[in-house]
């Protein structure tokens, strides 16, 4: 176990920044004053450290030098430097306060301001952090120096979540190197060769026509007003809503008056109007409600207003980046439909009803059944959307209120595959390191994982160590994403035989010695075993069950054993399949065969789907472990527990979420509590599971929407999103981070641990939960594992990765000191193949894939709430390739049927390369029986986890229709060609033949 890391700088993404510790001091002479700082490091960041104040626009550490806005200038050895380019060096001298550096500055902030258009008390950036603004007046820029004029060209406003304002972009070139070097899509350019340069969109002048992912990145690092998220307009002060028929004559008249009164009255009026905004603006720490990244960020609000979402750079999983869903896609949380009061069935009809009204009759249904049938009869279900306080209560209800251990969560669906794999081999359920380490590996082995719609931001710092370092990537998948197009080598197995490919890869590198003896003989048991289970798995064997040639097979294998770090990725691609344990269990063996396995940059690391997915499970919702993934069944554990709730707790497992659902067909389960889940819709045999909430004698939904599910339920309570409660949630790296009230309940609801807690009162327990601290402090207390997590501990962006000791000390990366089996030591585990299910034959001749959207998650129930992400993904659809379009003589927009042995979907046709053949797939993103691919998946189900078989399916296909709309629509990124390039291309500014080097004026400053 490590200390936990105090450097700021860790988990910052953008260019590589090292540690302080890592680096030799070195001394440097400031305008005089001798001052130690670590070699190398930039000189801008060294110097904010001391306070000393060097202006500078287009400069963010996260982005490094861009060399664009020549307001940073001094004196190195008696020669003129940008100091932004500039990082230490043992006896480098500078000069800050010369009056060449200094004249040289104030040039370049007067062509800044040649270029944009200072009316700050109407502009909605005027909330301190504008760098413009700040700069003008930092430098005590007295007046405009050269006249500000208009632009060309239009503001562009074509884009669902940002504007464009040509007039006011200073061409600091921030937007392009965030979007061509940290988000690594490559849509932004700058055209320096125009006569008035301008940022353009994959070479064009329309946002919304082009490669755009709408990450935000752009939006976020713009110094000023020119790229604005569309939420910002008209809201953010008292004086941006006037329309432009006033704003613009009152701007014009403080424009005459300007010039014979200068800026600073001007800058005085502005502050007042800022401070106003500051008052009534506030910005709030919360953690990202949609995916397992687990980006941080400060949301900024008035009342219930979302005005912007703004990533900071000490946010330590995230910085400055975010992807389209948590930049832009909140506004569910202020959607009319709303759920603002419990609703009780009654004849069949919905009615509103008190709280009061609502947790007795749960009371007394609960208890009758209870009375009735035993504990067993009633099941629980805890949200991976929830905190892990709310994940602790509902496990804690099941089994201290109610007496069952029939509770479990949604990482049913996805993630239970991959714990299983992780258990086995190497201890821990979770990924072994941290985003850092797969940043820094040498090669990356991506399995059935899409990880830039799944996982964007950690694709995004996959594709910067490509991009930047050289990273290889071996990408295994069936269809063709964007890490496919990117990939240094891509295999397309045949569906569910990756077991096959994997295992035959290890027994080659075994057989040519190519292993990590070392590393076998002093930290691995079972080589012998396993060995001996790997003897059908030949390169042979595994191209006639795979298709992949041996040959590829074999060279692939030999990258990986001579590669000097490698981490293993994987997602659903490989879970959610009948063998989804042994394939993570596979991939875990390979990492330890190779040595890939408890130093920096190696290990296994399954990306977990939602947000909390990880947290839920870490807080013992699952059937069979308490909080900390102790055994139920362990006699200590649960005397433990017993003392601690002062209750007598059930003993046997309970069933799992998939279990569960055959137990209420059996009529074995009588009542059930789901707490913010559709299970209706997400759970594999979607008909098979409502036909089961049929069966319940009585069934309460927790959530914040009336969704499929509830409408089975004969108790509905609103909850709360994540930005009206507190909590933590646990990302996919093991890390804790905390999440801060932005705004309280809407009326009528109540944070989800409150509700948890009144009900638990209601069945007669003394909870007296007043904060979610209180319940955190409990876990803690009685796990281990968390000993050492408390809300102190992660105060603002403050995080911890567990295993936390008692003293707070954190475990950025698992097994450096050794396995956590009781020789320290991991364990090659054992396998056989066992072939999918319900393969293609003659009457169900397609294999249906699926998976997540960038712009949708999960069933869409929050993201089809927002305007922006519905008009990107208006609908479901389903891929089919062209090959298999033509034989079936339909086109995107054609209308068909999907028919499985189990049910059947109508969506429209999108035809793409993405797939191949007769695989075609359908994105998870549908609300409605209609629509939902889990109508088509059986009950087949993981041997070890009970995971559906979510990818195994077959289906034929009925064209209902030739013709019909097309269901992207076509400014969707996915049909434009971006334009990568390495970066801003300063150089070009400065070849052009109007551009001077500073101090000297320019001639025509307006152009720059
Ligand atoms: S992909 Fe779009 S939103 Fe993201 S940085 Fe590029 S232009 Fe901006
Ligand atoms: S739009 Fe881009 S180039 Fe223009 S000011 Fe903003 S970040 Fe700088
Ligand atoms: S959805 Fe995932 S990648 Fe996107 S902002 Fe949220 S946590 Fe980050
Ligand atoms: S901060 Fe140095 S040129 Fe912009």
Known sequence: MTESTTDPNRGTPGRPQQTDTEQVLCSVNVDGNLLIGPAGKPLIDFLEQHRIDLPHVCYLPSLGPIETCDTCWVEVDGELQRGCALTLKDGMSVRIDSEAARDARHEGADRIVARHELYCSVCENNNGDCEV???VERMEIPYQRYPYKEKPYELDDSHPFYQYDPDQCILCGRCVEACQNIQVTGTLS???ARDDPRVLWDGGEVANESSCVSCGHCVTVCPCNALMEKTMVGQAGPLTALPESVKRPAIDLVKRVEPTVGFKPIFTLSEVDAAWRESEIKRTKTVCTYCGVGCAFEMWTRDRTILKVQPVEEAPVNGISTCV?????WDFVNAEDRLTTPLIRENGEFRPASWEEAYALIAR???????????DALSFVASSKCTNEESYLVQKLARAVIGTNNVDNCSRYCQSPATQGLWRTVGYGGDEGSIEDLEGAE??????SNTAESHPV????????????GQRHIVADLRRHEMVERADEHIHPRPGTDLVWISAMTKYILDQGLEDRAFLDEKVNGLDEYLDSLAPFTLEYAEAETGIAAARLADLARQIADAGSVCAIWAMGVTQHVNGSDVSTALANLMLVTGNSGRPNTGCYPMRGHNNVQGTSDFGAMPGRFPGYEFVADDQVRARYEAGWGVTLPKEKGYNNHTMVQAMHDRKIRAMYVLAEEMALVDANARHVQEGFDQLDFMVVQEIFFTRTCEQADVVLPGAPSVEKEGTYVNTER?????????????GCKADWRILTELAQALGADWDYQNPSEIMDEAASLAPMFAGVSYDRLEGFDSLQWPVRADGADTPHLYLDGYPFEDGKARLYPLDFHAPS???NEEYDLHVNNGRLLETFHEGNLTHRSRGLRSQVPGNFVEVSPQLAEARGIKTGSLVKLISRHGEISVHVLVTDRVAGNEVYVPENATDNEHAINMLASNHADKDSHTPAFKEISARLEVVQVEGPAPLPADNFRFWTATPQSGVLTERKWQRQDYVQPPAAARNPEKF
Not at 365 to 375: N, T, V
Not at 443 to 448: M, N, S
Request: proline share 7%; glycine share 8%; no cysteine.
């Open 838 to 840: 319900e393969p293609v």
């Open 133 to 135: 603004h700040n700069v």
């Open 458 to 469: 950690i694709a995004t710092r996959l594709k910067q160590a490509q991009k930047h370092r």
């Open 735 to 747: 890390r804790f981070q905390r999440l801060y009230e932005v705004m309280p309940p809407l009326t």
């Open 190 to 192: 700058i055209d320096w």
């Open 443 to 448: 090669l990356l082995l991506i399995v059935g």
């Open 325 to 329: 869903k948590g930049k832009f896609g």
């Open 365 to 375: 249904r609960f208890l009758e059944i209870k009375e009735a049938h035993g504990p």
